[in-house]
């Protein structure tokens, strides 16, 4: 079964780091672009960046300067370096992929405490 996998959420402290991690866990997907999503208990799930074939990022204007989105050399990773997390970021992190189709991730929770 193809299925996007992530991992690396967890408790921190408000100013800490956390680094996620997303892969295709068959490695068969043609994946163009790929990012992630969160989403806040109560909140609508929104797109926090993105990262094309070609390297090309986007980020969402709240975490422009302190996450990171970037590629594996593995086939269909994705990671989200977190830096100087807020409790605002606190939210269920979603991989995703887009190939022919959309993946999803099933989340990895991040809780950042103040």
């Known amino acids: 079964q193809v299925q996007l996998v992530e991992s690396g959420g967890g408790l921190v402290q408000a100013g800490g780091s956390l680094r996620l991690s997303c892969a295709d866990s068959?490695?068969?997907?043609?994946?163009?672009?790929m990012g992630w999503y969160r989403q806040a208990p109560g909140k609508q799930r929104e797109l926090v960046a993105t990262i094309t074939s070609g390297g090309s990022t986007s980020y969402v204007d709240s975490v422009k300067g302190r996450f990171t989105i970037s590629r594996g050399d593995i086939k269909n990773t994705v990671y989200l370096q977190m830096n100087s997390l807020k409790p605002e970021d606190t939210a269920v992190y979603y991989c995703?992929?887009?190939?022919?189709?959309?993946?999803w991730g099933k989340g990895t929770l991040v809780t950042v405490s103040p």
């Open positions: 068959r490695r068969i997907l043609s994946i163009n672009n």
């Open positions: 995703w992929g887009k190939a022919a189709m959309e993946y």
